[in-house]
């Protein structure tokens, strides 16, 4: 049974950097992506980036590309993700997922973790 755990939310003024990091614990096996998502206060929970654990491919939904970038170390079963430049719109919560397919789509993440607050003020 795979567990993620999130860590590295908080507080930061706009322009600010957060680095979100994703601790995947127990079997992994058959699980080819680990994705990033974030739901914002009354919005559906969206994609952001993902990266491929075969390969190391990455993708970045356009809001975040250019800010955003994801990157894993397999040592220590991390996947992070470095946010610079923040903007008050990336206020949310975050949340890593892992699954068998490499996509933006949450319903094909079986495997979520709990969470982390990102605050950003203007």
């Known amino acids: 049974q795979v567990q993620l755990v999130e860590s590295g939310g908080g507080v930061v003024q706009a322009g600010g950097s957060l680095r979100l990091s994703c601790e995947a614990s127990g079997f992994m096996s058959g699980n080819r992506a680990i994705g990033w998502f974030r739901q914002a206060p009354g919005q559906e929970r969206e994609a952001i980036s993902y990266?491929?654990?075969?390969?190391?491919?990455?993708y970045y939904v356009d809001a975040v590309k250019g800010r955003f970038t994801i990157s894993r170390d397999n040592a220590k079963n991390t996947v992070y993700l470095q946010m610079n430049s923040l903007k008050p719109e990336d206020t949310a919560i975050y949340y890593c997922?892992?699954?068998?397919?490499?996509?933006?789509?949450?319903?094909?993440?079986?495997?979520w973790g709990q969470g982390t607050q990102v605050t950003v003020s203007s």
């Open positions: 990266i491929s654990l075969d390969d190391g491919h990455t």
């Open positions: 997922a892992t699954g068998p397919v490499l996509t933006t789509i949450p319903k094909f993440y079986p495997t």
